[in-house]
C-alpha cells in the first residue's frame, strides 16, 4: 500500500510535466515539388528554417501521399504546382497546395494555418495558398476525441472488473472453496475472463453506436476489423487485471492498483495529447503502452478508414502483446493457486 499511494502520484508528476504538451511543434510534413526550380526549392527552405516543421518525406506520386497520411507519417503535405516559378516571375497569382490531416481538429487547424503563413510570407501577395483537409473536413473535435473514448472504456471496464471481481473472492473466503473443488486453474481463469471479455465487446458495440447514432462520427472503416483488433485488445487488457488481482488482497488495492495502470497508459496512449510533441525518450516509452496501438487502430478505422494493409503493424504489436501479457498472468495465477 504504501507504493501504491506514493508512486503513482510521482509517475503522473512526471507525466504531467514532459508528455502532455499541447503545443503543436515538429510537424511532420512531406514535400511534393511538381515545379523543381530555384523558387520551389527557396519555398522549401523557408519551411525547413521553421520551428514548426520537419520535412520527413518527399513524395513524387499521389499513391506515396495517400499512404504517408493513411499510415501518420504525415501530419501535412505541401505541394507545389507546375508553373510556381513562372507565376511568381510573370507576378502572377499562383498556387500551392496544403493537405492537412484533420483527424485532430485542433491540430490540423495549427498546421494549416502555420503553412498558409510560412506560404504567404515567402510569395507575398503573388501566392494564394489553398488548404484541404483530410479526414476530418469540419475539423470537429469530437471526431477525434470520441473514437478515443472507445479504447478508454474497454480497457478501464475490463481492467478493473477482472481484478476486483477476483480479489473479490479471495475477501469473502470463497477463493479457497474453489481452490478446493475439482476445477483446474486455467477453468477458473476462464471463468472469471471471459464473463468481462463479452462485457468489453458489448460496451464496444453500445459506444460505437452511440458515436454513429448520437455524435454522427463517420464510420469509414471495417467493423470486422475494429471487431477482430478489439478482442486481441482484450487480451492485454484482461491479463493485466488478472495480473493485478495476483498481487492484490483487498479491492481497494485492487482499484488503486488499476489507476496506477491506467493513468499512464491513457496518458501516453495519444488520446489528447499528440506522441510526436512528447521528448523523444518518452516516445520511445510509448510503444510499451498497447493502449497506444489500439488508438491508433480505431481511430485510423473510424476516420481515415484504412485497412489491415495499413495497420497491420498495430496489430501485429496487440497480438504479441495480448499473447505475453495473458500467458505471463496465466502462469502467476496459476501459481498462486497452487
Known amino acids: 500500500m504504501r507504493v501504491v499511494l506514493f508512486l503513482p502520484p510521482l509517475i503522473q508528476l512526471l507525466i504531467f510535466g514532459y508528455a502532455v504538451n499541447l503545443d ?3 510537424i511532420r510534413m512531406a514535400w511534393m515539388d511538381q515545379d523543381r526550380t530555384p523558387a520551389s526549392r527557396d519555398l522549401l527552405a523557408a519551411f525547413e528554417s521553421s520551428k514548426h516543421f520537419q520535412v520527413t518525406a518527399t513524395p513524387s506520386r499521389e499513391q506515396e501521399v495517400q499512404q504517408l497520411l493513411d499510415q501518420g507519417k504525415v501530419q501535412a503535405v505541401v505541394r507545389v504546382l507546375p508553373g510556381f516559378a513562372r507565376g511568381i516571375q510573370r507576378g502572377q497569382t499562383t498556387a500551392a497546395q496544403i493537405l492537412v490531416d484533420g483527424a485532430n481538429s485542433n491540430t490540423a487547424s495549427l498546421v494549416s494555418s502555420y503553412a498558409a503563413q510560412i506560404i504567404g510570407g515567402y510569395s507575398g501577395h503573388a501566392m494564394n495558398p489553398r488548404s484541404r483537409v483530410w479526414f476530418n473536413p469540419d475539423l470537429r473535435s469530437r471526431n477525434y476525441f470520441v473514437p478515443g473514448v472507445v ?3 474497454i480497457m478501464f471496464v475490463t481492467l478493473m472488473l477482472t481484478a476486483l471481481a477476483i480479489v473479490r473472492e479471495k475477501e469473502i473466503g470463497t477463493m479457497e472453496q474453489l481452490m478446493v473443488t475439482p476445477i483446474r486453474p486455467i477453468e477458473l481463469m476462464i471463468g472469471k475472463t471471459l464473463p468481462f471479455a463479452v462485457v468489453g465487446l458489448i ?19 471495417n467493423a470486422l476489423l475494429l471487431l477482430g483488433s478489439a ?39 495519444g488520446f489528447a495529447f499528440p506522441i510526436h510533441n512528447m521528448p523523444v525518450a518518452v516516445q520511445w516509452l510509448t510503444y510499451l503502452n498497447p493502449l497506444r496501438y489500439f488508438m491508433e487502430i480505431v481511430r485510423g478505422i473510424f476516420l481515415k478508414g484504412t485497412g489491415i494493409e495499413v495497420l497491420w503493424p498495430q496489430i501485429l ?22
Do not use: C, H, W
Open 151 to 153: 479504447v478508454n472504456i
Open 317 to 338: 504489436s496487440l497480438a504479441v502483446y495480448g499473447v505475453v501479457v495473458m500467458g505471463f498472468s496465466a502462469l502467476r495465477f496459476r501459481k498462486r493457486l497452487d
Open 24 to 26: 503543436v511543434e515538429n
Open 203 to 221: 460496451d464496444l458495440i453500445v459506444v460505437t453506436s452511440a458515436a454513429l447514432l448520437v455524435f454522427r462520427i463517420p464510420f469509414r472503416g
Open 231 to 269: 478482442i486481441l485488445f482484450l487480451l492485454t487488457s484482461l491479463g493485466a487485471g488478472l495480473f493485478l488481482s495476483t498481487i492484490s488482497q483487498t479491492q481497494q488495492q485492487a482499484m488503486m492498483s488499476t489507476f496506477f495502470f491506467s493513468t499512464p497508459a491513457f496518458m501516453l496512449s
